[in-house]
């Protein structure tokens, strides 16, 4: 199937535990490089940096990247995104994909996979990724975020609780669930229609997203819907920590990613 879409990266310079993230040195090249590449390999008809900061503008500019300076006010990546698609002059049916500027070893075919799984419908104007929890103790890390499904595969609800909550056997921390039905972790890469940003950012944040603490429960406020792909597996951690810097540079160098 040949979908065109995009792919814009947000990519700030503060960051309260790792100042200058994008531009730090992974194998040779800073980690912004590692995450553009990720996404021309995904086969993006565009890929464009997103930023409010003028140092990673002019090294992203100087590897022969795109990139574009946004307003330093936004309060989340889809404003910024959603200034960018309109400075670029996008249509209101174009497919762009967020990636995080943090994320060097996410998959190529995940990118792809969430642009083809939002143009294969009309109902969702946002599509999204999940994968099966593994580990039972994942389901109640609140740093781990859940999604139920309904049976269309359109989110139902997000939360950081264990959801849906196993009533015969989650009676302490730690119980393993007795039902087969899968629980998902949530993998926060969207794929959004232009016309959808713009909806979004007129719309007011909610009383939900305020409590857990999730920008997506604003879509499910205002009864949108959100599609969610399933993929084999969670990719590996980004890279908030010195440690993750040094723990995706291992995997980097030991794969030749």
């Known amino acids: 199937m040949n979908t065109p879409f ?11 535990r790792l ?7 992974i194998a040779g090249k800073p980690m912004i490089a590692h995450v ?3 996404a021309i390999e995904a086969k993006a008809d565009e890929v464009v940096v997103a930023t409010d900061d003028q ?11 795109k990139v574009v300076m946004t307003d330093a006010n936004h309060q989340s990546g889809t404003e910024r995104i959603t200034e960018v698609a309109v400075k670029m002059g996008w249509g209101d049916n174009d497919i762009i994909v967020n990636l995080q500027g943090d994320e060097p070893l996410i998959p190529a075919a995940y990118i792809r996979n969430v642009a083809l799984a939002l143009a294969s419908q009309n109902l969702a ?5 999940a994968a099966k929890i593994i580990d039972a103790e994942e389901i109640f890390n609140p ?11 359109y989110a139902m609800y997000f939360s950081r609780a264990p959801i849906p909550w196993d009533r015969s056997s ?3 921390k730690g119980s393993e669930p007795t039902h087969n039905m899968p629980y998902l972790r949530h993998i926060g890469m969207y794929a959004y229609r232009v016309k ?3 909806d979004y950012c007129a719309w007011q944040p909610s009383e939900l997203e305020a409590v857990e603490s999730l920008e997506q429960l604003r879509i499910l406020w205002y009864g949108q819907q959100i599609l969610v792909k399933t993929v084999a597996k969670a990719p590996e951690a980004g890279v908030d920590t010195q440690t993750d810097l040094e723990r995706v540079e291992r995997i980097i160098i030991q794969s030749q990613f």
């Open 55 to 65: 140092r990673i503008f002019e090294q992203v500019d100087a590897l022969g990247l």
């Open 170 to 172: 989650f009676t302490t």
């Open 196 to 198: 959808f940003l713009k």
């Open 19 to 25: 100042p200058g993230k994008p531009l730090l040195d």
């Open 6 to 16: 995009k792919v814009v990266i947000p990519a700030r310079y503060g960051s309260t």
């Open 143 to 153: 740093n781990a975020v859940k999604v139920v499904l309904n049976h269309a595969n």
């Open 125 to 129: 104007g946002i599509a999204t990724l």
């Open 36 to 38: 553009c590449e990720r």
